[in-house]
């Protein structure tokens, strides 16, 4: 076992699972992709299909829990501590850093 490290230098904790053909799937809370619109929630309610039966507010205090996405004021996402969007649910996190086993690789 041993622990993977971004290619920055940083302790890895985001694992992209489907995998990378090139390259490496570990990244720290800083290189990762943030944003991505699987995390994306829309205030109307027919931006869903079905659409909702109400629309899909944000909860708790902008810019601490949620911030919007566009200028509009139509997308919003949740934030994490730090202010910052969550990545893809793709990815994995283990905040003490991945143990790996080599032999999976």
Do not use: Q
């Amino acid at each position: 076992m041993s622990k993977k490290y971004c290619d920055c230098g940083k302790p890895a904790t985001w694992i992209y699972m489907p995998g990378f053909r090139e390259g490496s799937p570990f990244f720290c809370d800083d290189c990762v992709h943030r944003g991505c619109s699987c995390n994306h929630r829309y205030v109307s309610a027919d931006a869903y299909h079905p659409p909702l039966e109400n629309p899909d507010v944000p909860e708790g205090v902008e810019n601490v829990d949620w911030k919007w996405v566009d200028e509009e004021k139509t997308i919003w996402a949740n934030v994490d501590e730090n202010g910052r969007f969550y990545p893809c649910c793709e990815y994995d996190y283990d905040e003490d850093n991945f143990d790996w086993d080599d032999d999976e690789e």
